[in-house]
């Protein structure tokens, strides 16, 4: 499946302010054409503090909109606007308030207007405003390539078993060359196409771990069949909400929030079987977390080994539905949602046409330059950002986020936006003998490469037991609806990218386990500095057929590899690698400090902080008692908040090793921690 991308339309004009006119009204728009790229009636605003605080006086903080800012000047302009609502584009979040108005999020807000007038108008008067900081536009999102997967046919299951000392007895594993290459598949006389260990390197690497169930991935795609008997042990799910409720039972802003937040219709529900559904989603949660060794269908890369308490999990952050329309403030909010709900990888199949991109094969291009992507899509930045700093835990293995992109299928000389900003992993797509894809992007702004399918490659092995489609490409789970037997292919660095997400869930679940603690460059710099060196196999030319699962096999044709040479990022990704190379590395991970309200209290788990926690026993002394209390329960400490003030505090496990820690007690400012 080829990645999906976002429709442009780059507005620099927002960003240049524009002479006040007292008279201003605004214009209606010509045509609806302006709807196929971004919304109508709807502008994304950065307002200034002061706006924001008359905004959160007239009590828009928790929930709810506004008809008026109690600016004079910008409520002049929405009266203007006919019948305008404002609300937080992030809803409130009590656990996580602070680091939200840290980084400035929530300052922007959704103003809804009529609309019948012209976005780009309204966009250039409010930006002129004083009380205006930024304006952005909810640019549609639209999948670039319409095509459905491949289905694995149910009578082709049983004839699947798998190979003789095999890691996983997943009867499919032997057909996944993306996870265990042993350079035996497409081989035709003379003519070899698969390469020796040219796949994630994963197998030596699950020596070492198969995925930690406290390491989440967040899949921001099509909604993932989450009964799937191959996905549903490894979903994320949230405990402290209710499945099929209306009403936000955990406070995190959103109801019925059990496997992720489906942000296309505004729903709890994950949807997975709409007509226009690619499967997408599934296939993608297939390749991070399919649950291994449970003696069916496939295996993944991060999916445990079948026994309870392994495999990494993953959180549903729907963003497409069907051909149902949606936009940039869903794919913020999901971004956002992420970080606050746990998740430490960002797994992003979709992104931009490249700026480099043939316009007369893809339409108006993308941002070529980050300082374009920067000025031209600033809330995206933003959410991304946020999630980059503010995810995982300083007291965890990972203190930030890693936000992994598709590099797109452009075959253009560089990766497309956001994936390609510095703070990003952009993932280009290898077939199953290291050479590239022959759809893939390449070039500045690609930082990695990973097994994406290569079906136009492997046009010469289809046989009459084959479709194309089939060889060469990338086997994981789909939707019932989308093929009897819940398993099929795709392509494209949409499905590279998956790969590189699953190898990094891996390693932070080594760093788990290990106790060990990585800031989020430190890890991605690792990431990068462990892969295969494929450059030597960019030599001659790679003969194949574009086109040809659409058009079949007309005129061959021949990609000339050595145009790939130092373009590819720093290699293929190496999960054996990356493991070893954080042994030692990073710091000990140390309980952490404390900060309670006073009578309430939090729960911890402190057999994650120390090597082998979960066999040890432990002893809580805390300096000042009248501050805090401490009680162990069931495994966890509960630290209850008696009051205001501080205190030290050390932890000693049976081990002899001992952790010292402060408690900060405060009281709740009417139920607004952040204040």
Same mark, same amino acid.
Request: glycine share 10%; net charge negative; hydrophobic share 40%.
């Given at each position: 499946?080829?990645?999906?991308?976002?429709?442009?339309?780059?507005?620099?004009?927002?960003?240049?302010?524009?002479?006040?006119?007292?008279?201003?009204e605004? *214009?209606?728009?010509?045509?609806?054409?302006?709807?196929?790229?971004?919304?109508?009636?709807?502008?994304?605003?950065?307002? /200034?503090?002061?706006?924001?605080?008359?905004?959160?006086?007239?009590?828009?903080?928790?929930?709810?909109?506004?008809t008026?800012?109690? @600016?004079?000047?910008?409520?002049?302009?929405? %009266?203007?606007?006919?019948?305008?609502?404002?609300?937080?584009?992030f809803?409130?979040?009590?656990?996580?308030?602070?680091? !939200?108005?840290?980084?400035?999020?929530?300052?922007?807000?959704?103003?809804?207007?009529?609309?019948?007038? =012209?976005?780009?108008?309204?966009?250039?008067?409010?930006?002129?405003?004083?009380?205006?900081?930024?304006?952005?536009?909810?640019?549609?999102?639209?999948?670039?390539?319409?095509?459905k997967?491949?289905?694995?046919?149910?009578?082709?299951?049983?004839?699947?078993?798998?190979?003789?000392?095999a890691r996983?007895?997943?009867?499919?594993?032997?057909?996944?060359?993306?996870?265990e290459?042993?350079? &035996?598949?497409?081989?035709?006389?003379?003519?070899?196409?698969?390469?020796? =260990?040219?796949?994630?390197?994963?197998?030596?690497?699950?020596?070492? /771990?198969?995925?930690?169930?406290?390491? $989440?991935?967040?899949?921001?795609?099509?909604?993932?069949?989450?009964?799937?008997?191959?996905?549903?042990?490894?979903?994320?799910?949230?405990?402290?909400?209710?499945?099929?409720?209306?009403?936000?039972?955990?406070g995190?802003?959103?109801?019925?929030?059990?496997?992720?937040?489906?942000?296309?219709?505004?729903?709890?529900? $994950?949807?997975?079987?709409?007509?226009?559904? #690619?499967?997408?989603?599934?296939?993608?949660?297939?390749?991070?977390?399919?649950?291994?060794?449970?003696?069916?269908?496939?295996?993944?890369?991060?999916?445990?080994?079948?026994?309870?308490? /392994?495999?990494?999990?993953?959180?549903?952050?729907?963003?497409?539905?069907?051909?149902?329309? !949606?936009?940039?403030?869903?794919v913020?909010?999901?971004?956002?949602?992420?970080?606050?709900?746990?998740?430490?990888?960002?797994?992003?199949?979709?992104?931009?046409?490249?700026?480099? @991109?043939?316009?007369?094969?893809?339409?108006?291009?993308?941002?070529? !330059?980050?300082?374009q992507?920067?000025?031209?899509?600033?809330?995206?930045?933003?959410?991304?950002?946020?999630?980059?700093?503010?995810?995982?835990?300083?007291?965890?293995?990972i203190?930030?986020?890693?936000?992994?992109?598709?590099?797109?299928n452009?075959?253009?000389?560089?990766?497309?936006?956001?994936?390609?900003? &510095?703070?990003?992993?952009?993932?280009?797509?290898?077939?199953?003998?290291?050479?590239?894809?022959?759809?893939?992007?390449?070039?500045?702004?690609?930082?990695?490469?990973?097994?994406?399918?290569?079906?136009?490659?492997?046009?010469?092995?289809?046989?009459?037991?084959?479709?194309?489609?089939?060889?060469?490409?990338?086997?994981?789970?789909?939707?019932?609806?989308?093929?009897?037997?819940?398993?099929?292919?795709?392509?494209g660095?949409?499905?590279?990218?998956?790969?590189?997400?699953?190898?990094?869930?891996?390693?932070?679940?080594?760093?788990?386990?290990?106790?060990?603690?990585?800031?989020?460059?430190?890890?991605?710099?690792?990431?990068?500095?462990?892969?295969? =060196?494929? =450059?030597?196999?960019?030599?001659?030319?790679?003969?194949?057929?574009?086109?040809?699962?659409?058009?079949?096999?007309i005129?061959?044709?021949?990609?000339?590899?050595? &145009?790939?040479?130092?373009?590819?990022? #720093?290699?293929?990704?190496?999960?054996?690698?990356?493991?070893?190379?954080?042994?030692?590395?990073?710091m000990?991970?140390?309980?952490?400090?404390?900060?309670?309200?006073?009578?309430?209290?939090?729960?911890?788990?402190?057999?994650?902080y120390?090597?082998?926690?979960?066999?040890?026993?432990?002893?809580? *002394?805390?300096? &000042?008692? +009248?501050? %805090?209390?401490?009680?162990?329960?069931e495994?966890?400490?509960?630290?209850?908040?008696?009051?205001?003030?501080? !205190?030290?505090?050390?932890?000693?496990?049976?081990?002899?090793?001992?952790?010292?820690?402060?408690?900060?007690?405060?009281? +709740?400012?009417?139920?607004?921690?952040?204040?």
């Open positions: 499946m080829k990645r999906y991308i976002f429709s442009l339309s780059i507005l620099f004009s927002l960003l240049v302010s524009c002479t006040s006119e007292p008279q201003w605004p *214009t209606l728009k010509e045509s609806d054409c302006e709807q196929e790229a971004y919304k109508s009636g709807v502008l994304l605003v950065k307002f /200034t503090p002061e706006v924001v605080a008359l905004l959160e006086e007239n009590g828009l903080v928790s929930s709810g909109a506004l008026r800012s109690g @600016a004079p000047a910008l409520d002049e302009l929405l %009266a203007l606007l006919g019948d305008c609502e404002l609300e937080r584009v809803p409130y979040n009590s656990r996580t308030e602070l680091t !939200t108005r840290e980084a400035g999020l929530h300052q922007w807000y959704v103003v809804r207007f009529d609309e019948r007038y =012209d976005v780009e108008q309204v966009a250039l008067r409010m930006r002129s405003l004083g009380e205006v900081q930024q304006v952005d536009l909810n640019r549609t999102i639209k999948r670039a390539y319409s095509g997967a491949t289905p694995l046919k149910v009578a082709d299951m049983p004839k699947t078993t798998r190979s003789e000392g996983m007895n997943d009867p499919l594993f032997p057909m996944q060359w993306n996870i290459n042993r350079g &035996d598949m497409f081989r035709e006389g003379e003519v070899v196409k698969s390469v020796k =260990d040219a796949d994630v390197q994963c197998v030596e690497a699950w020596e070492r /771990t198969t995925g930690h169930p406290e390491v $989440i991935v967040a899949v921001l795609d099509e909604g993932i069949f989450v009964e799937h008997p191959d996905l549903k042990a490894n979903m994320w799910v949230n405990a402290d909400e209710v499945k099929g409720s209306h009403e936000d039972n955990d995190n802003g959103y109801a019925g929030d059990v496997n992720g937040y489906n942000f296309v219709h505004d729903t709890g529900k $994950i949807t997975w079987n709409d007509p226009w559904d #690619s499967g997408h989603g599934s296939h993608v949660a297939g390749v991070i977390a399919g649950v291994n060794n449970n003696g069916e269908g496939i295996s993944s890369i991060a999916g445990g080994d079948g026994s309870p308490g /392994t495999g990494v999990r993953v959180m549903a952050c729907q963003i497409f539905s069907g051909n149902v329309s !949606t936009g940039l403030l869903q913020v909010r999901a971004m956002k949602y992420a970080a606050d709900n746990g998740a430490v990888v960002l797994q992003c199949s979709w992104g931009y046409v490249s700026g480099a @991109a043939n316009i007369y094969d893809w339409g108006e291009a993308g941002f070529a !330059t980050q300082e992507w920067e000025m031209g899509s600033p809330l995206e930045k933003a959410a991304l950002e946020y999630f980059v700093h503010y995810a995982g835990s300083p007291a965890g293995a203190e930030g986020g890693i936000a992994v992109f598709a590099g797109g452009e075959s253009a000389p560089a990766a497309g936006f956001p994936g390609a900003a &510095d703070f990003c992993v952009s993932v280009a797509a290898t077939a199953a003998d290291f050479t590239p894809a022959v759809y893939t992007n390449y070039g500045p702004g690609t930082t990695i490469s990973a097994p994406g399918g290569d079906q136009d490659y492997y046009f010469d092995y289809v046989d009459q037991e084959h479709n194309y489609g089939e060889i060469g490409c990338i086997l994981s789970a789909l939707p019932y609806n989308v093929s009897e037997s819940g398993y099929g292919y795709m392509e660095t949409s499905m590279a990218c998956p790969h590189v997400s699953a190898v990094v869930a891996l390693a932070i679940s080594h760093a788990v386990e290990q106790r060990r603690h990585f800031k989020a460059d430190e890890l991605r710099e690792l990431l990068h500095a462990t892969t295969v =060196d494929i =450059d030597p196999y960019f030599t001659g030319k790679k003969t194949y057929c574009r086109y040809v699962a659409d058009i079949g096999p005129q061959p044709m021949q990609l000339n590899l050595s &145009d790939f040479v130092g373009k590819m990022g #720093s290699g293929q990704v190496n999960a054996t690698a990356l493991l070893a190379a954080m042994d030692g590395a990073g000990e991970m140390r309980f952490p400090n404390l900060t309670l309200v006073e009578g309430e209290t939090v729960a911890l788990h402190p057999a994650r120390f090597l082998e926690g979960e066999e040890l026993t432990y002893t809580v *002394t805390i300096a &000042d008692s +009248s501050i %805090a209390s401490s009680a162990m329960q495994g966890k400490l509960l630290f209850e908040g008696l009051k205001s003030g501080s !205190t030290t505090a050390s932890i000693v496990a049976s081990n002899g090793v001992a952790h010292d820690f402060a408690i900060t007690v405060r009281k +709740s400012e009417g139920g607004m921690g952040w204040l």
